[in-house]
């Protein structure tokens, strides 16, 4: 099976919105996208329902050939936008947490990554700026060996040199058998990690491509097409 | 995973129950120590508003642990499920229904050590006041109960517990089923929340004495003697009857609240 | 060696570019073993399939090559590598000699104009 996500026609509705109309949308393994989109076009909702923290109202959606469930949640390693660690453990409990959850979590690499950034791992999350936390909780998805990796604004609130250190650490833990979706709105930053990109606007897709196509065909990055498809 | 996933809920509730415990069971001593010195009449060597105070601390105490036992439910059930932690929680590799198993079954056994340490902490009190030879002599007047109504007797026992149980996860799900409708109404998740809780209580009492009035299953007592088997026969009847009555709410709750949150679950 | 990616063009061809830059320069020479593409992917800060892609294209033009099991090395051929590092420098050229037309020099000027520079460079030199 050579995707990590298919969507075919996934709609949500909320009351007074669509959320989601209709989208179409293959992930092939070994690839890393980056899904990208003005506020409030559907992002979140797209990666909640691959999370399986969302139920679509109609469609249908695969995550490594399954219906998002018990077995996806294994395959998936998934960092939300806002920050969900309990806030009376400390990293070391945080760590053992995962590798009880997840048979797929590497604690050596856990550790070696808290180290690089200089993060006690007994240090209390309660104690920790939010710029740690948010490192904190990459470390701990990253740390897993997962056949697909779904980031949700990973390098949002940290400085420029950690958000260097987040993009190499994208890089070397790249496999050819995982996929990974970023959602981003610092597209500069991350364009050159990517393979392709996924514009989305109002819950419709506006653009699929490889970088290098729309390089070459527009003679622009990637973030100038943005700003010039989401003109306001 | 049930098990792992109750683990952590120990873990998460517990440094909020068991300090709260150490303080009853060392208030029950302490109490117990002032009044060794009064009995003593050495009323002198503590001021009475100290002794008094002490009292009033351990009163407060253990009435908190069964308010928070109740708090502790609740807000562990938002906060881990409907909350930012909820992102984590069902990312997790576990059914929806583990989650509602694991927090039901800690905080079923929370509210039970609580009922336990209150009793314990009694006991502590009771030292030396010759509540213990009386209990030795009730000892004897249980023995009898026993052997008058034999296994009728163990029946109502059992069927009391059973209720108490059933009464309990029932009531512990009516809030979760609360919370979760209230979270699901968009704003003033609490008042709706709430509203929920309410009207739940007025829906079980309605369906409850209408069935009791009808069926007329309670009135059992009016047709035999006092101090009879059969009137046990008939106390256990009515217990097991108001258990399959709670079981039944209880299990209702469960489904509503199982399905609620897989398939309408929409964090903020 | 940090690597000077414009937005405007593919990555994947500013990366062969670099790529034969530093070959022709030196940094990897005829015959060596190149690094991983994931260590090569890491260090210029773009994603492995782009990497992989530049190097690819790297072997058709026969500047590298691979052995199946050992890696990917620089081509053992010298005069291809020079006949490479004599096109970059082509293009300097040509691009130097675009810029002063611009500025108004014509080709006999330029040259003397470079003579007289080169003569001020090793005169200085030699001073020191």
Not at chain 2, 134 to 149: L, N
Not at chain 3, 89 to 106: D, P, R, S, T, W
Request: aromatic content about 10%.
């Amino acid at each position: 099976m050579a995707n990590a996500i298919e969507c075919f026609n996934l709609t949500k509705r909320f009351p007074g919105c669509v959320a989601l109309n209709e989208v179409s949308l293959a992930i092939p393994k070994g690839q890393i996208i980056g899904l990208l989109g003005p506020n409030g076009s559907g992002k979140t909702t797209l990666i909640k329902i691959v999370n399986g923290l969302l139920t679509p109202t109609a469609g249908e959606i695969l995550v490594e050939g399954k219906h998002p469930g018990v077995e996806t949640k294994k395959a998936v390693s998934y960092l939300p936008e806002r920050s969900y660690l309990n806030d009376w453990m400390s990293v070391n409990e945080m760590i053992n947490f995962f590798g009880d959850f997840y048979s797929d979590f590497n604690k050596a690499k856990a550790y070696d990554m808290l180290q690089r950034l200089n993060i006690n791992p007994k240090d209390r999350l309660k104690t920790m700026s939010k710029g740690t936390k948010e490192k904190v909780q990459l470390i701990l998805v990253m740390s897993r060996e997962a056949e697909l990796y779904v980031l949700d604004e990973p390098i949002g609130g940290v400085d420029p040199a950690a958000r260097d250190y987040i993009l190499d650490t994208i890089i070397s833990n790249y496999s050819e058998n995982a996929a990974m979706l970023i959602s981003t709105h610092l597209i500069t930053d991350v364009e050159k990690i990517l393979d392709g990109v996924v514009f989305i606007d109002r819950g419709s897709i506006v653009l699929s491509a490889t970088v290098d196509e729309i390089r070459e065909k527009e003679n622009k990055s990637v973030d100038a097409l943005f700003r010039e498809v989401f003109k306001c | 995973m049930l098990g792992r996933l109750m683990k952590y809920e120990i873990k998460a509730t517990g440094r909020i129950f068991l300090p709260l415990y150490g303080l009853i069971l060392a208030f029950a001593g302490l109490n117990r120590l002032f009044m060794y010195f009064n009995l003593q009449k050495k009323s002198d060597f503590l001021p009475n508003f100290v002794s008094g105070i002490s009292m009033l601390v351990y009163i407060l105490l253990v009435a908190a642990a069964f308010v928070i036992t109740l708090v502790v439910t609740v807000q562990r059930f938002r906060k881990n499920l409907l909350g930012d932690e909820g992102y984590l929680s069902f990312t997790l590799p576990v059914a929806v229904h583990s989650h509602i198993d694991s927090k039901m079954i800690v905080s079923l056994m929370w509210s039970v050590l609580s009922t336990v340490v209150a009793l314990l902490s009694v006991a502590i009190l009771a030292i030396g006041s010759g509540l213990y030879r009386e209990i030795a002599s009730g000892w004897d007047s249980v023995r009898d109960f026993f052997s008058q109504y034999g296994a009728s007797g163990w029946g109502c026992v059992v069927s009391i517990v059973v209720l108490l149980l059933a009464a309990q996860l029932s009531g512990i799900l009516s809030l979760y089923v609360s919370v979760v409708v209230g979270n699901l109404s968009g704003r003033h998740k609490r008042l709706a929340g709430f509203g929920t809780f309410l009207g739940i209580g007025v829906i079980a009492q309605v369906v409850f004495f209408s069935f009791a009035n009808t069926s007329g299953v309670f009135q059992s007592y009016h047709d035999v003697p006092l101090d009879s088997v059969a009137q046990m026969r008939a106390l256990s009847t009515d217990c097991l009857i108001l258990a399959v009555f709670c079981a039944a709410f209880g299990v209702a709750f469960y489904f509503l609240t199982d399905w609620m949150l897989s398939r309408k679950l929409n964090l903020e | 060696m940090p690597w000077d990616l414009k937005s405007d063009r593919p990555i994947y061809a500013q990366l062969m570019e670099q790529i034969k830059l530093l070959i022709v320069s030196g940094v990897y020479p005829v015959g060596t073993k190149l690094p991983s593409v994931r260590d090569m992917a890491a260090e210029a800060a773009v994603n492995p399939n782009t990497m992989q892609r530049a190097l690819a294209q790297l072997e058709n033009e026969g500047l590298l090559y691979s052995q199946r099991t050992s890696g990917r090395f620089v081509t053992e051929d010298a005069d291809k590598v020079m006949q490479i590092k004599n096109d970059f420098a082509v293009g300097v050229i040509h691009e130097f000699l675009e810029k002063m037309q611009k500025l108004g020099y014509n080709g006999r000027q330029t040259i003397a104009l470079i003579k007289r520079i080169i003569e001020e460079e090793s005169e200085n030199g030699q001073r020191d």
